[in-house]
């Protein structure tokens, strides 16, 4: 089972169009995301290694335009840990139906804090993120 | 020549990484789509024909994250037109530098208001979209 | 008792001094707004008579800077109902101690869509109004 | 002559109402601040002093609603130094226009950054300041 984050569509997400905006959908996903981390324990993990999560790509699909009163419901997951960077994979419903809003996948590569460089995802790390594969 | 916006990054921009947060980039590339749009009389002639831009799809990269009192110049151009969609590609520059910050591209569809569907890019529609392609 | 909402503060709210920026905590105090009308029925009873909520003023004392994982409590309640207009006052804590970071008096008036005026606040819609002040 | 900077309104500024969101005119007044210090030299002043501005109070009358494609120019001076705090005077215009879109009070306090605590605003500091009430 995914990881789900629910947020109500207000007046102040909407544009011009009186849909959500392109930019506020990222702010719903980051919000599901840090939900999803927090309820996992890798915000904790990650701050006891000094990593940080840094985001090198976003590839979002905008299918339905969601607008005032509706329940967005976010599915979080990983889907792909490579050696160098991992990829979450986000799903937005309109909660109790089929309708995908949109749906992304985040690339994000683990800094570390100290050097500024990217780290290798390897080892404990690496075995860690796995697992969350199968969450 | 590609058309150019230039944004200051103020401290509002940043978020808990002390950058310009991942969902702030995307408004960035908004203003300056609309800026080009305008300059460009599209937004004139899209209200004409009663047609809007909806947005499909971005596929952002992150490239080099962007701090206070930086100034970004953003380039925006047509880079596809086809028969159901187009793309606009950005990219936001430090100013006065090579030094890439993030690149997007933007694909869209033209909406019919009446409709409320897709109109086929085609036409003098078409013909007008790909005299943007030598812009 | 006033009506209660919870947010979490996340990385993406702040700003570089790493506290909620001042401009994000009116997104806060109009999300917990549009829960407590939402909840109270007002939200429904405003649309029904083509009633719409207009703010004129808004004075917010900044008294703590939030940061990131805090919790916010947001009080929100109706504290004055004048003929022409009407003021909501909300305070938010961090949530489970006595911190207050913010307090604010919202100052709306009811606008008729038809006529594009605002509308006297008296009769029935008063009196609504006014019960709301013993919540 | 108060210091200007001018804002064209977009589509992505707006909210349900189609009018531009009450929380976004605060990053348009943030905005005009940042500009107006740093054209000022206080921006360098303050870092140099280790100081930082430390927003207390915000009270903000929203009076004509601003829409798509309008340009707002704002003015931005300072109208008051006290010992502890000073306030900021900002009024948001249509561009060409004497219609007053917004204006407001930024009152705030120098934090001093070593010590966590507001300076009080005397001697050099507190001259600096006044003669900006001449700008």
């Given at each position: 089972?995914?990881?789900?984050?629910?947020i109500k569509v207000r007046?102040?997400?909407?544009?011009?169009?009186q849909h959500v905006n392109n930019a506020r959908y990222l702010e719903f996903?980051?919000?599901a995301r840090w939900s999803y981390l927090e309820d996992s324990g890798?915000?904790?993990?990650?701050e006891q290694l000094n990593l940080a999560w840094v985001i090198v790509?976003?590839?979002i699909n905008y299918r339905f335009a969601a607008t005032n009163g509706q329940?967005?419901?976010i599915a979080t997951k990983f889907?792909?840990?490579?050696?160098?960077s991992a990829v979450i994979h986000q799903v937005i419903k309109i909660q109790g139906t089929d309708t995908v809003v949109a749906d992304a996948d985040i690339t994000f590569v683990c800094l570390n804090r100290k050097t500024g460089k990217a780290a290798l995802i390897e080892g404990?790390?690496?075995?860690?993120l796995e697992q969350h594969l199968n969450d």
């Amino acid at each position: 089972m995914p990881h789900l984050t629910t947020i109500k569509v207000r007046g102040y997400h909407l544009d011009i169009y009186q849909h959500v905006n392109n930019a506020r959908y990222l702010e719903f996903l980051e919000e599901a995301r840090w939900s999803y981390l927090e309820d996992s324990g890798d915000v904790a993990y990650f701050e006891q290694l000094n990593l940080a999560w840094v985001i090198v790509n976003i590839n979002i699909n905008y299918r339905f335009a969601a607008t005032n009163g509706q329940t967005l419901e976010i599915a979080t997951k990983f889907s792909q840990i490579g050696s160098k960077s991992a990829v979450i994979h986000q799903v937005i419903k309109i909660q109790g139906t089929d309708t995908v809003v949109a749906d992304a996948d985040i690339t994000f590569v683990c800094l570390n804090r100290k050097t500024g460089k990217a780290a290798l995802i390897e080892g404990a790390l690496k075995e860690r993120l796995e697992q969350h594969l199968n969450d």
